[in-house]
């Protein structure tokens, strides 16, 4: 652990009944660092998420954020699942304040962050749209930002683009980095796209199949800022092999 740790777990482990989910794991995530999860479908990546989150509580160790214990407590993330959640009767502004529509009303500071980060991130003309007139790629962006307005230094992104179509799904990755480095947050981002965890990533961690533990901790050599052209970089393609081989069981 060192100083500029924002997120630290100890010992975490979690069962559900008489399944053990996630083995005992600890972890230290830097300030400011964009870290990837791969592992196989119900390794435990999102039972992780939800421990972190305080959405679970762990069968034991401890969960500290910014040097204060969380453990079990919900409210000091930001959390975005892959299913954009947005609601239809509301517009992109009431979208992106719903955080504080729920918990203690939305003022008019509230609305002019939605403005500001809306107009930002290239959604300003669609404030007064509903969800049905955006496209996939727009309603991540709407979701994004209803993440990012919460003001968290943490922000869990559980396959937030899984669903969208390849060429959209590269145009998003490309958006969260420009949004990622104006922003100054700690990103912690499950994806089971091997290629998206190293173009977005300063280390990719691999999970094994449940029940889940850490196996490797992969510091990505690539420079940033990244382009597409990264795709085809010797490193990136040796980091590539590399992931595979752990999730393929060495086959």
């Avoid at 977005?200 to 850490?214: C, F, K, N, T």
Wanted: one cysteine or more; aromatic letters at 6%; charged letters at 20%.
């Amino acid at each position: 652990m060192s100083s500029n740790d924002l997120l630290q777990l100890r010992g975490v482990a979690k069962s559900f009944g008489a399944t053990l989910a996630l083995e005992p794991t600890s972890l230290d995530i830097q300030d400011g660092s964009f870290v990837a999860i791969v592992g196989p479908s119900g390794c435990g990546k999102s039972t992780l998420f939800n421990v972190i989150a305080g959405l679970l509580k762990p069968d034991s160790g401890e969960v500290q954020v910014a040097d204060h214990v969380v453990t079990g407590t919900a409210g000091h993330v930001g959390y975005m699942l892959q299913k954009d959640l947005l609601m239809p009767w509301r517009t992109v502004e009431e979208n992106i304040t719903m955080a504080a529509r729920l918990t203690r009303g939305v003022n008019d500071d509230d609305r002019a962050e939605a403005r500001r980060v809306a107009e930002q991130y290239g959604l300003g003309e669609f404030l007064r749209h509903y969800p049905h007139a955006l496209s996939g790629g727009m309603r991540q962006r709407v979701a994004f930002m209803r993440t990012l307005v919460t003001r968290h230094p943490l922000l869990l992104l559980d396959e937030p683009f899984g669903a969208l179509d390849a060429q959209t799904r590269l145009e998003m990755q490309q958006w969260l980095l420009e949004v990622w480095k104006e922003a100054q947050r700690t990103v912690l981002f499950i994806t089971h796209d091997v290629d998206e965890s190293i173009f977005l990533s300063d280390r990719v961690l691999v999970m094994s199949p449940r029940p889940g533990r850490i196996i490797a901790d992969f510091v990505n050599p690539l420079a940033r800022p990244r382009n597409l052209d990264v795709l085809t970089d010797p490193h990136f393609v040796e980091l590539k092999s590399q992931i595979l081989h752990l999730l393929h069981g060495g086959r």
